[in-house]
């Protein structure tokens, strides 16, 4: 019956290694959300320094900005919005600073009663309302939403230039005399030349 509800993991989805000090961010879901066909928004900030995936360091400029929607479906509380936050960290070819603008999606949901969910609803994928203002920790969720929209790579431009590879100058601040047409066959970045 909940088949139709989109979920939202909370697990990152590669294998890399995820730090990350997870503040909790509670919300009462009641009495506002009590009635089937309740709804409300919440606009806040969550803050967060900084964290690691893999053995790269993100640093966030001002916290995580967030927007989420709620409504009592009758069986759950669909919860849905975006993220955004401007993160801070280095670019993959030249390593300088570089920054980035996220946009991450929020959608998930929450039960009143856990007993009644069934067993539709499994793992982590959605919050359980505690206690008589029925209150949520919208961390997981925030987190989640964030850390999916990550790029794989980043760059500080998409035309950048990177390190040469032979004597190591950023070739976006200067242009040195490496010629890579010259690398010998063998030589370990020969198969480099073939990019530039
Ligand atoms: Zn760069
Ligand atoms: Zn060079």
């Not at 993100?58 to 900005?65: S, V």
Request: aromatic share 8%; charged share 25%; net charge negative.
């Amino acid at each position: 019956m909940f088949a139709d509800v989109a979920t939202v993991s909370t697990t990152d989805h590669s294998d890399e290694a995820l730090q990350i000090q997870m503040k909790p961010y509670e919300y009462k879901l009641l009495p506002k959300l009590a009635e089937t066909g309740s709804f409300c928004v919440l606009e806040g900030k969550y803050e967060l320094e900084s964290f690691i995936k893999g053995a790269r360091t993100f640093t966030l400029a001002d916290g995580m900005r967030f927007k989420l929607s709620f409504t009592n479906t009758g069986d759950i509380v669909l919860i849905r919005g975006n993220i955004d936050a401007e993160v801070h960290t280095e670019c993959d070819r030249c390593l300088e600073p570089s920054k980035l603008q996220i946009i991450g999606e929020v959608e998930g949901y929450a039960v009143f009663d856990e007993a009644s969910a069934g067993n539709d609803l499994e793992n982590d994928e959605y919050l359980v309302a505690k206690g008589p203002d029925g209150c949520v920790d919208l961390a997981p969720f925030l987190y989640a939403a964030l850390i999916f929209a990550l790029p794989l790579v980043v760059l500080c431009d998409e035309g950048c230039a990177g390190i040469c590879p032979l004597c190591g100058v950023n070739r976006n601040e200067e242009i040195c005399s490496c010629s890579l047409d010259t690398i010998d066959e063998d030589h370990p970045f020969a198969a480099l030349k073939d990019l530039f």
